[in-house]
């Protein structure tokens, strides 16, 4: 079974802090991404990387960056953790290739910013 | 901007009934469209994903495309309470997997 996880389920930072959001996926997978997640909004890609070093920006990238070092790890980084950062977020990482791949979940991050 | 739409709900049904969800796509070029499940404080779930225009059964679950409509949608047949969940329609419009998220629709399925 793939096996998404995410380093804490819920999180509680200061304004101003900087904050790292881990996710590592253990079934070799090229392509990993990050979520948030807003009632009424859905899930809104933040960055999205297809290989170790590379990254493209998602839909609502301000305020965040990301690193890939590794294969199977994907971080995401709060540089200022700002109140309309608090939010659920959610990596998922697929295959790539020809062909129709699904994402798999990690269980999430429920972050809070006071 | 490539949007997703979905109607929020909730929808409801009798345990028993038929449920159907839809979904529409603004992006003609998309190639591949994903039902999750998401129930209240988890992730999401991949139902099923489909490709080619026409029906796709899986169980109780029956996927439906329509590309030129741009219209995707899922029945459940036989629902049960367990079925309750917010459904997430996703459609990839092509390169690197990414998919683009509508925002749900919350089902409620009453005994």
């Known amino acids: 079974d793939v096996k998404v996880t995410q380093s804490s389920r819920y999180l509680v930072k200061r304004t101003g802090e900087k904050v790292f959001l881990e996710c590592v996926q253990d079934?070799?997978?090229?392509?990993m991404f990050w979520y948030r997640q807003d009632p009424g909004l859905g899930l809104r890609l933040i960055y999205f990387?297809?290989?170790?070093?590379?990254?493209e920006k998602g839909d609502i990238p301000e305020g965040y960056s990301v690193s890939r070092e590794k294969k199977e790890r994907f971080s995401l980084i709060l540089e200022s953790a700002s109140t309309n950062q608090t939010s659920m977020y959610l990596c998922?990482?697929?295959?790539?290739?020809?062909?129709?791949?699904?994402?798999?979940f990690g269980p999430g991050t429920r972050l809070t910013v006071t | 901007q490539k949007e997703v739409e979905q109607n929020s709900g909730p929808l409801s049904v009798p345990e028993g009934a038929i449920a159907s969800l839809n979904c529409t796509y603004s992006?003609?070029?998309?190639?591949?469209f994903f039902w999750y499940r998401q129930y209240s404080g988890k992730s999401p779930e991949l139902i099923m994903f489909i490709y080619s225009n026409g029906d796709k059964e899986d169980g109780r679950f029956t996927a439906q495309l329509n590309k030129a409509s741009q219209y995707v949608s899922l029945l459940i047949r036989d629902s049960q309470p367990s079925d309750s969940a917010t459904y997430l329609c996703a459609v990839n419009p092509g390169g690197y997997n990414k998919l683009i998220f509508g925002a749900g629709t919350r089902l409620a399925v009453h005994p």
């Open positions: 998922a990482s697929s295959a790539t290739g020809v062909g129709t791949y699904e994402q798999y």
């Open positions: 990387s297809y290989d170790v070093k590379m990254k």
């Open positions: 079934m070799d997978h090229e392509n």
């Open positions: 992006d003609r070029g998309s190639q591949s």
